[in-house]
């Protein structure tokens, strides 16, 4: 059973950095495609950035240049390093994990940015 668990989200002002972290159980974690999400409320989830198992990354056009997705395969862990950091930025976070056609989610972890 593949399992998802985030960590590292928290209250962080304007400017600031944080670095959330994604670790996987139960998969074949260097084989998968996998990515960040985040949904604001009253807003749909959307993409944040995604690594392919060889290590291709894309990001939105929202946080590219200043969020930074990352694999440890040893640690079978996903990062996302969020530098200057925007109150528009604020949302609950989902990694998410592709194996087997499959789409796996973690509970989430929520960031939020004071203005």
């Known amino acids: 059973q593949v399992q998802l668990v985030e960590s590292g989200g928290g209250l962080v002002q304007a400017g600031g950095s944080l670095r959330l972290s994604c670790a996987a159980s139960g998969s074949t974690f260097s084989r998968n495609a996998m990515g960040w999400y985040r949904q604001a409320p009253g807003k749909q989830r959307e993409l944040v950035a995604s ?27 996903l990062y996302l390093e969020m530098n200057n950091l925007k109150p528009e930025d604020t949302a609950a976070y989902y990694c998410n994990l592709l194996q087997d056609n499959i789409l796996y989610w973690g509970q989430g972890t929520q960031v939020t940015v004071s203005s």
């Open 51 to 77: 690594i392919t198992s060889s290590g291709t990354r894309n990001y939105a056009g929202s946080v590219k240049g200043r969020f930074t997705i990352s694999r440890d395969n040893a640690k079978n862990t």
